[in-house]
C-alpha cells in the first residue's frame, strides 16, 4: 500500500500550503491530492488550479484530483487544463473524474441533468481523444467536433491515469470498463466501501480518501464536516480518529482488503497531523 496526503484546500492559505507540501516531499507519501468543490459555502481552492500551484512547488509528487465532476465541465477546456499540469509537472498527474451524487446544479452550469451518464462518456471520451490524437473529430449527443487541435500533450503516454470514483454498481462498472483505477469518497463508510470493491477484480487498482484525524478531535471533525458538506454527524460516520494503534488497525483492514492507495485526509492542523500520521502510523502498515 502507498499513501497519498490532502493539501489543505478549504479555508486556505498560500504559506500554509507551500510549507505543507514542500514537508510532504521529505515524507514518505507518494501523492499529493484536491478535492472538487465549484459550488458551495465553504472556501475551498479550484482543484486544477491548485494542481498547477502545487506542481511548482513540488518535484517528486504525484498530483492527483478525486474527483472531476466532468459531465459539468466542457471538456475541451478542461482537457487542455489537465494536459498542461501534467506538462508542468513533468508527468505526475492523476485525473479522478465521477457523475456525482446530484444533479441540482446542473442548471446553474447552463446544461439538463437529462442523459448525464452519457455526457459523463462523451466528455471523458472527447478527453481521451484530444490528449492522443493529433485533430479530433467527434459527433456527439453533446458536442460536435471537426478536425480540433489540441496541444500540448500531455507528457503522459496515451494520458494521465483515469481513477472513477461513485458509490453505486453502475460507476463500479465504469471504472473497469473505462478507467485505470477506482477511488472510494471520503464520505463513504469504509464498511460500505469494503461492500463495493467486492465487485471489482482482485487485481483492479483500488483507492479510497479517507479522513482521519490524531487523537481525541471530533468538536473540531465535525465543524469541518458543518463546514464542507453541511452535515457535523458525517464526521461520526465515515472519518476515523484517536490513537495512533487504532488508526492504524483501520489503515490494515483497508490494506487486507486489496487497496493499494490510501489517500489520507487530516481537515485540521494539517502539516501537524501529516507529520504525526507519518511518524506513528505509516510505519506500522
Known amino acids: 500500500m502507498e499513501f497519498g496526503i490532502a493539501i489543505p484546500q478549504t479555508f486556505p492559505d498560500p504559506a500554509r500550503i ?33 494542481l498547477g500551484y502545487a506542481a511548482a ?15 459539468q465541465r466542457n471538456p475541451i477546456d478542461l482537457a487542455k487544463a489537465l494536459s498542461s499540469v501534467d506538462v508542468l509537472s513533468n508527468g505526475r498527474l492523476i485525473v479522478g473524474v465521477g457523475l456525482g451524487a446530484s444533479t441540482r446544479h ?28 493529433g485533430s479530433v473529430t467527434v459527433h456527439g449527443r453533446f458536442a460536435q467536433l471537426e478536425n480540433v487541435p489540441m496541444e500540448p500533450k500531455p507528457v503522459q503516454k496515451p494520458h494521465p491515469p483515469i481513477w472513477i470514483g461513485g458509490h453505486v454498481e453502475a460507476a463500479l462498472r465504469r471504472a473497469v470498463e ?16 469494503l461492500e463495493d470493491i467486492k ?8 483507492a479510497k480518501r479517507l479522513y482521519v484525524a490524531m487523537g481525541e478531535s471530533v468538536p473540531r471533525l465535525r465543524e469541518w464536516f458543518g ?21 492504524t488497525d483501520e ?35
Open 199 to 206: 465487485q471489482l477484480p482482485p487485481d483492479f487498482p483500488k
Open 106 to 133: 446542473y442548471a446553474a452550469f447552463g446544461i439538463s441533468p437529462d442523459g448525464r451518464v452519457a455526457r459523463f462518456r462523451e466528455n471523458l471520451e472527447t478527453m481521451k481523444h484530444l490528449w492522443t490524437e
Open 251 to 285: 489503515i490494515r483492514r483497508l490494506k487486507d482488503a486489496g487497496v493499494s492507495h490510501l489517500l489520507l485526509n487530516p481537515v485540521f492542523d494539517e502539516e501537524e497531523q501529516m507529520q504525526r500520521l507519518a511518524d506513528e502510523v505509516l510505519p506500522h502498515v
Open 57 to 71: 512547488i513540488t518535484k517528486r509528487l504525484r498530483l492527483g484530483v478525486a474527483v472531476l465532476i466532468i459531465a
Open 227 to 247: 463546514a464542507f458538506y453541511h452535515k457535523p454527524e458525517m464526521a461520526d460516520q465515515v472519518a476515523v480518529w484517536g490513537s495512533s494503534e487504532h488508526i
Open 178 to 193: 473505462l478507467g485505470d483505477g477506482y477511488i472510494g469518497a471520503g464520505s463513504t463508510p469504509t464498511s460500505v466501501f
Open 18 to 50: 507551500q510549507s505543507f507540501l514542500r514537508r510532504a516531499e521529505e515524507l514518505p507519501f507518494a501523492a499529493a491530492w484536491c478535492i472538487e468543490q465549484v459550488i458551495g459555502t465553504a472556501p475551498v481552492l479550484e482543484s486544477v488550479t491548485t
